[in-house]
Every structure is written in structure tokens, then in C-alpha cells.
């Protein structure tokens, strides 16, 4: 082998090289978004259990059903206020208590934020005061 083929032939070793450590370096990254994306659903659905959990247990002990002519209309303030207290969320989540249009219940909206304060994940589930027990007969 001459030196210009050794010199050329080193030349492309070391590109094709570059080249496979960069698409390793890029799918790395990739998974490791993928994987932080997967532990902030993780989170999300772990703080939507416990809301449950805490209502199924203990929705009942607080008066968290708007008085009125309709015993079964849960008050959003209510709720929020003490599911802040027992059950808060980690840093870059927040929760917001919606009505539902259709009176069947208030929503509980889970989100996840990034560095920048913009929604990454969004998780909504609908709380009905009678499938917590919590109607008033």
C-alpha cells in the first residue's frame, strides 16, 4: 500500500467513525428523552391514583358537595383546597379543578411543565361525587 491509499484509507476510517458515534450519540439522547418522558407520565398517573385514593378514603369526611336544592354537585374550591393539602404535587406539575359543562362532575387536570413553564403532559379525569360516595340523599 502506497501513502496517499494509507493516508485515504485513514481518512475514511476516521469519518465513518465521526459518523457512527454521532448517530449513537444522537439515539442515546433520544432514549434518555423518551425515558424522561415516560417517568413525567409515570408521576402524572401516580399523583392521579392518590387523588382517588384520598377521595375514595376520606371524601366523605369532608363536606366537599355544594349545598343545595342538588344534593350531588361536588364545589371545585372545595376539592382543590383539600387535595392541595393531602396530596401535593412535586415541583413542575400543577393541578386545576374544571366543572364539567354537563354538571356530571369536575375535572381534575393534571399537568406536567417543562423548564420554560409550557405543558409537556396533560392528564384530565372526571371526579362524580357518586362514585365516591359522596351524594347526599
Do not use: K
Not at 16 to 39: C, N
Not at 90 to 102: H, K, L, N, Y
Not at 118 to 137: D, I, K, N, T
Amino acid at each position: 500500500m502506497s501513502l496517499p491509499e494509507v493516508l485515504i484509507s485513514s481518512m475514511l476510517l476516521a469519518s465513518s467513525s465521526s459518523a457512527a458515534l454521532g448517530v449513537w450519540s444522537q439515539a442515546t439522547a433520544t432514549w434518555q428523552q423518551s425515558r424522561t418522558l415516560q417517568q413525567t407520565a409515570d408521576q402524572l398517573e401516580l399523583m392521579q391514583l392518590a387523588s382517588h385514593r384520598w377521595l375514595r378514603q376520606h371524601g366523605a369526611e369532608r363536606n366537599l358537595v355544594i349545598p343545595g336544592l342538588d344534593p350531588c354537585l361536588l364545589d371545585a374550591s372545595a376539592v382543590a383546597v383539600a387535595l392541595d393539602q393531602a396530596v401535593p404535587l412535586p415541583q413542575g406539575m400543577t393541578r386545576q379543578w374544571v366543572v364539567d359543562s354537563e354538571q356530571l362532575g369536575i375535572w381534575q387536570e393534571l399537568s406536567a411543565l417543562n423548564a420554560d413553564g409550557e405543558v409537556l403532559l396533560q392528564r384530565r379525569q372526571l371526579v362524580s361525587p357518586a362514585a365516591y360516595g359522596l351524594c347526599r340523599s
